[in-house]
Structure formats: structure tokens, C-alpha cells
């Protein structure tokens, strides 16, 4: 018999009193086959100096030569406990035999601990550093050191559909924090209690989720009304709050409320219940919305059923998508000095080698190829054959812009500069204060702004274009979404459409911006790896092209691109 309270509190939006007991699915059974639990110690590098404990659960009709299923649970010990608040085990031997869900190991992990080196002095405890963290590093953790270690001895699969994490409080936050950055690792989300507040930034997801492009995972979450108020949030409200945008952007979401504290009474009487969710039909893969939610943003963005396309790859670091007047695209290989070119076709060839480890590419009005042949401290310009022309010597520079009057700006991100080149060649530096890594670098489709972002900030800088080519009025006007230990968000190759919106690189993925410098949007990242640079191209420029470390990707989106010599006069902005 199933649980009675878990099955009408999944109905209910809130419980009308605050008794919560185990179930049947929360104790041993006749005739239920039972798992084994072995407990082990694990010394990370990823969290250097840390001794945990952790434990590994193996149901009974776990098969060596069948791949299983795999579940992570922080705080494991209140988990892995028989007599604990959850009795996971238990319930995964029930859940198992019934065949409600998928014979699963469970891994039931403990946050780190640096011991103290002497008596009397203190340890660092690092469960709020690994939990409460908002970057990718518990999740590479959890593939880079925990699972391959478990993987040792068990047969666990790599298929992401099958991998699922939960937790409770900070732990459940942290759940969601790794499924978040790697959606190829953990699409099944099951969070208590969850801590979805300001303690290190995990308050910033219900903004995000609405921005990001849905990502494919399904998340249940749960809290009651008596939940903590303290400084850094009202975790209900956080929850509902987090809740709210998961629907919004289309995602297959729980969000199941009681009236209890900050404790695990309510999440432990319906762990079963919520584990009959989170792992239904199982063997169907977890896609993300492809409508995006109804009122998603980016739907006025990307193209409904088109996503990342491979159109190139075994290079060492790819760099400087450019877009000539046909709709081919220019990319540089830097480490081998190469610079290849991608047809409309898709048919990828080389145009150039030995290029001085070219970086940033860009077409002038001239028809000519400029290049920032760093390797060789140059600016230099490449006719349709291959003929190169020296632009400016004795110059270090990463990205640049050509204009309409084949004028050059490129920045010299060591020198926390950009550089002005004339069109009789003459050269000098228009900015030199304020950037503390100037990056990529554009014109708006107006030519009338120069773009300038910082990869060492949060920030893509505007600048006025004046007469003789200097620049004024500089402010960090558009701000990036970041989710990094720092405000640093790496920030690379920007690019315009013809409706001013910018279109940014960084860790999270393609940022995109509107013209009054807010992000309204980011195009999920095709690999877990870095961007580096953006391009429109095609024919009707309407396909993005990103370089993504040794990668190049395209994809179709509604908007279009704008060609760097050419002058467009963007729409008044919505304010």
C-alpha cells in the first residue's frame, strides 16, 4: 500500500496540518531483496586538503554486465541512515522491486573536511563552500573524481537520463547547482528544503532560469510556509520564487509544499512519492522545452527545433570568426597559425597557414581579411589569394573592428588599451583607462558606438565614436549574468544584429543583450567547454557561428547579423 500523505500531500498545494510519519515505502518489507551499503573515505584535489566520508548503495539486482543507474545525495550520512530521516536504502529497495524506478546506485556523500594540523587547532569545515557555491566546481567534483572512482568497481552508466542528484537545505541547492551546469552529467533534480537564497549566490537562478535557454532536466522541489527568514533570504519564498521561473521557461517541474521548518520531516515522509516522479517513465530521455515556456524571451531569438550543429573540430584552440560578403566565415586556429574557411555548405578548407598565430579576423570594405597576427606583434590584411599586407608592426592585439571608411580598432588586452588606425595608417591609442582586460571588440550596426568587453569584469563598455576617430563618454554600460566564484565572466568575441541587440561569449554561454545593455537572454553553450567568438553568416546572415576551443558550431536563430562595413540604423530601443 502506498503512502496515503505522500500521495494526497503531491495533490495538494499545502498540507493542512504538520504531522508527517514514514510510510510503508520507508520500511522493510517481507520478501523486498535488499542492497548493500559499504562506507568509504575520499581525499579530493578539485577541494585540496579535504577528507570525507561517503557511501555506496547496491541494490540486489544490480548486474556487473547491465550499466545502473546512479543517484547522488549530499549530506549522505542523514540520507544512507537506516534510522535516519529518510532511510534511503530502504526506500530505494522498495522503489526498485516495485519497478518504479530503475535499479540505481546510490552514492551518499559527505561535504569535505581540511583536518586541523595539531590539537587545538581549528579544521575547515567546507560544506557551505562546496554547497553554497554557485560555479561548476562540486559538479566536476562529483564527474572528475567521484564517479570514476565508484566506476572502479561498479558499472555505472554514463547516459545523463539516468543520473539523477538531490539533497536537502544546501545540499539541495547544490543539487540543482551541478544538474544546472552540467545537464550532460545530471538531468534529475530532487531538492529539500532548498537553499536557494544569498548565502553565496544562489538566489541569482530564478532570474537565470528565465534568461537561460531551458536546459533538459527535470527538477522537484519542496519546502513548507515555516521555513527560515534570516539575512540571507526567506527560503519558501526563494523556493516558490525558483519555482515560478521553472515553469515559466517550460520545464518539467514539482514544487510540493507543507507547513514545516527547516528540517526534513516533511521531505523524508514523501522521498518515495517524490522519487516516483523524478524517475517515471525512465527510459524516455529528459528533453529540454523546445517551446522555451510560453513567454520566453529567447523565443524571439532561436528557431523552434534548431539547435547547435558540429561544422568543424580537430583543431587545437579555435579563434576570429569573420563573415566576407558571400557568407563564408574565416576562423583562425591559433596554435597552429592557420586560418580556415567555412562555405555556406558547410565544406571547410584551408585559406592560409603560417599566419603568425593569428587571433581576431575581420573583413574591411576593401574586401580584404585583416588579421591581429599577434605571433608577430602586427596587424596585417589578407587579399582574396592569400597575399598579406602589413598594417601596423610592433603592436600586441587580440580582436578587432573594421569600419565602414576601412578604419581599424583592435584591442591590446596586456596593455589594458585599445588601439586607432587610420586609413593612412596612422595609429594611436584611443582608450587606456577604466578596462581591465579589454577583449572583443564592435562597432554598433550604426557604427556610431564602439563596443569594448572585459573579461576581467562584468561588463561590455560603450563608447561614442567621434569624428576623427578617438572615442568618449565610456561607461561599463552592459552588464553580463555571471555565476563564477568572481564577477569575472570571461567575457570574449561580442557581435551585434541589425536591431543592436549584442551577442557575448562567456563561461555561461552566448549572452545576449538588448540596446539599453540588459541581458535578455543566453543560448546554452553546445559543449561544457569555453566560447571564444561569435559571428553572423550565410548567405542572409542568419546563422550563428561560435568557436568553441577546438570547435567550430553554427546554428539558426530568427535574428540577422549585420556586415561590419556596412552602416544599419537599429530600431529605437525599447526603454
Known sequence: MRNVLAIFLLASPVLPFDEYTLGPDSRRKPGVPQGKVTRHVWRSAIFPGTVRDYWIYVPAQYKPDQPAAVMVFQDGAGYVSEEGHSRAPIVFDNLIHAGEMPVTVGIFINPGVMPARHAGEQARYNRSFEYDAVSDRYARFLIDEILPEVGRTYNLTRDPNLRAIAGSSSGGSCAFTAAWHRPDAFRRVLSFIGSFTNLRGANQYASLVRKTEPRPLRVFLQDGT???????????????????????????????????????????AILPDALRWLWREWSRPITKSQSGGDRHYLLDILEPGQDWELVSQGHRFTEGPAVDKDGNV??????????????????????????????????????????????????????????????AEGVTSNDIVVNRKGEIYFTDPPGRQVWFVDATGDRRVVISQGLEFPNGIALSPDQSLLLVADSRARWVWSYQVQEDGSVANGVPFHRLETLDDSTSISADGIKTDSE?????????????????????????????????NVVFAGPDLQTLYVTA??????????????LPWTVARPPQPRL
Open 226 to 268: 515555516k521555513d527560515q527568514n534570516i539575512y540571507a533570504g526567506n527560503w519558501y519564498l526563494a523556493n516558490e520564487d525558483l519555482h515560478s521561473a521553472l515553469a515559466y521557461s517550460g520545464y518539467d517541474v514539482k514544487f510540493v509544499t507543507g507547513s514545516e521548518g527547516h528540517n526534513m520531516k516533511h521531505g523524508g
Open 500 to 532: 543592436g541587440y549584442l551577442y557575448v561569449t562567456t563561461r555561461l554561454g552566448l549572452q545576449v543583450l538588448d540596446q539599453p545593455g540588459r541581458t535578455v537572454g543566453i543560448i546554452a553553450k553546445p559543449h561544457p567547454g569555453p566560447l571564444s
Open 549 to 562: 576551443g577546438d570547435r567550430v558550431y553554427k546554428r539558426r536563430i530568427r535574428r540577422k547579423g549585420v
Open 330 to 391: 574565416f576562423f583562425t586556429d591559433v596554435p597552429n597559425s592557420r586560418i580556415h574557411r567555412i562555405a555556406p555548405d558547410g565544406a571547410v578548407t584551408l585559406f592560409k597557414e603560417d599566419t603568425g598565430s593569428a587571433n581576431g579576423l575581420m573583413f574591411g570594405p576593401d574586401g580584404r581579411l585583416y588579421a591581429c597576427q599577434n605571433g608577430r606583434k602586427r596587424i596585417v590584411a589578407y587579399s582574396r589569394d592569400g597575399a598579406e599586407s602589413v598594417i
